[in-house]
T-cell receptor, first 112, second 115 residues
Framework: DQQVKQNSPSLSVQEGRISILNCDYT??????FLWYKKYPAEGPTFLIS?????DKNEDGRFTVFLNKSAKHLSLHIVPSQPGDSAVYFC???????????FGKGTRLHILP | DTEVTQTPKHLVMGMTNKKSLKCEQH?????MYWYKQKAKKPPELMFV???????INESVPSRFSPECPNSSLLNLHLHALQPEDSALYLC??????????????FGAGSRLTVL
């Protein structure tokens, strides 16, 4: 049973526009959510996190929104740039547990 | 040094071979991980070492044997693997950040092919 779900396998966005990547989760005990970005032939790299006690966290062009009642989070990238083309993984963890659960990922294509 | 280094980058082995994957970090992180990733799938947790002790084993078959010789090194010993074990094996280390989030730093991975 998938505890972290990314239902869109891919997304195409025009350069300069906003990219919105979505993630749903089932475990209400998760207390931290993280986004990772992965280029081909490289390991995932950490982008941004959010604690379950917040509903928004911003870092430069990246903003993560958390809706606890809907068990939903989203990553907004604005403006989108060509270097943002990658696979984005949503991840969640509980009580600073070392067991970090990943979603299946969404491939983002930034179109020129 | 802010990297996790994995060797080899690519490995091809037969089902009767014994080989090892190696991972190294010098960031002083207390936890080290092995993940397995197959195409179009998320990384799947295999093992976690915390302060050099095995803290999580996700029911991984015994043909995979982890070893943590010291706080900077993590090995994955491979023996009698099956073709379905072919995958990208990712090593990571982690540290709890100021925000409270436990953030993983991944290596580039070792691409394993079992013939």
């Amino acid at each position: 049973d998938q505890q972290v779900k990314q239902n869109s396998p891919s997304l195409s966005v025009q350069e300069g526009r906003i990219s919105i990547l979505n993630c749903d989760y089932t475990n209400s005990m998760f207390d931290y959510f993280l986004w990772y970005k992965k280029y081909p032939a490289e390991g995932p790299t950490f982008l941004i996190s959010i604690s379950s006690i917040k509903d928004k966290n911003e870092d430069g062009r990246f903003t993560v929104f958390l809706n606890k009642s809907a068990k939903h989070l989203s990553l907004h990238i604005v403006p989108s740039q060509p270097g943002d083309s990658a696979v984005y993984f949503c991840a969640a963890t509980q009580n600073r547990d070392d067991k970090i659960i990943f979603g299946k990922g969404t491939r983002l294509h930034i179109l020129p | 040094d802010t990297e996790v280094t994995q060797t080899p980058k690519h490995l091809v082995m037969g089902m009767t071979n014994k080989k090892s994957l190696k991972c190294e970090q010098h960031m002083g992180h207390r936890a080290m991980y092995w993940y397995k990733q197959k195409a179009k799938k998320p990384p799947e947790l295999m093992f976690v070492y915390s302060y050099e002790k095995l803290s999580i084993n996700e029911s991984v078959p015994s043909r995979f044997s982890p070893e943590c010789p010291n706080s900077s090194l993590l090995n994955l010993h491979l023996h009698a693997l099956q073709p379905e074990d072919s995958a990208l094996y990712l090593c990571a280390s982690s540290q709890v950040q100021h925000s409270g989030a436990n953030v993983l730093t991944f290596g580039a991975g070792s691409r394993l092919t079992v013939l």
